[in-house]
């Protein structure tokens, strides 16, 4: 199946700085990721959706400019955590649709993010 | 909305034990539905899908049937092993949207014990 590749795998940041934290293809294109935080008692939440070219799609509740998602080509969507506080400290998980498997997803390893 | 709902963990099961974990579904449409696994500090990984009623996915040692009258998915292993300890989510895709997002229950965690 098709690789995703998320980096960085974790990363600790001082509460008011921004935290960039990239999503990429590798071997195929991706018009649209999605972007996901997963919560302490394992569930995943969808953040926002990634459109290649155009703004982000974002769930109700999560706000636009805390976390800003650029999708600026096919195979590159990154998620800024601006002026992030210690309650921002998760686990972020990109996917995209595979194009190999038929109705799959496939999924980066994650982005620990501390804040302190 | 679409939902999922999966049995809540943690599921303790000795080695060699049968295992199942209960997944049900809330959508419109025909939905397709997915099992992932997800090991410590790593990423989710596919485990099988179906993508209509009576499917049967299946990874050779995991299976789940797709049951439209039940609105389930339930996740099975005859015999389970120490190494398929890890968390695993249920997941539903509304084919019919326009961006095909995927909706996850809440995890449930298998602790398996030698």
């Known amino acids: 199946g098709a690789v995703v590749s998320q980096h960085p795998s974790w990363v600790i940041c001082k509460s008011g700085t921004s935290v960039k934290i990239e999503c990429r293809s590798l071997d195929f294109q991706a018009t649209t990721m999605f972007w996901y935080r997963q919560f302490p008692k394992q569930s995943l939440m969808l953040m926002a959706t990634s459109n290649e070219g155009s703004k982000a799609t974002y769930e109700q509740g999560v706000e636009k400019d805390k976390f800003l998602i650029n999708h600026a080509s096919l195979t590159l969507s990154t998620l800024t955590v601006t002026s992030a506080h210690p309650e921002d400290s998760s686990f972020y998980i990109c996917?995209?649709?595979?194009?190999?498997?038929?109705?799959?997803?496939?999924f980066g390893s994650g982005t620990r993010l501390t804040v302190v | 909305g679409n939902s999922v709902t999966q049995m809540e963990g943690p599921v303790t099961l000795s080695e060699e034990a049968f295992l199942t974990i209960n997944c049900t579904y809330t959508a419109t449409g025909y939905p397709s539905l997915f099992w992932y696994v997800q090991y410590p500090g790593e990423g989710l990984q596919l485990l099988l899908k179906a993508t209509k009623a009576d499917d049967k996915g299946s990874n050779k040692v995991f299976e789940a049937t797709y049951r439209k009258e039940t609105t389930s998915f339930h996740l099975e292993k005859g015999s389970v092993q120490v190494s398929d300890s890890a968390v695993y989510f249920c997941a539903l895709s509304d084919r019919g949207g326009a961006t095909n997002k995927l909706i996850f229950g809440t995890g449930t965690l298998l602790a398996v014990q030698p």
């Open positions: 996917s995209a649709r595979d194009p190999v498997v038929n109705y799959g997803y496939t």
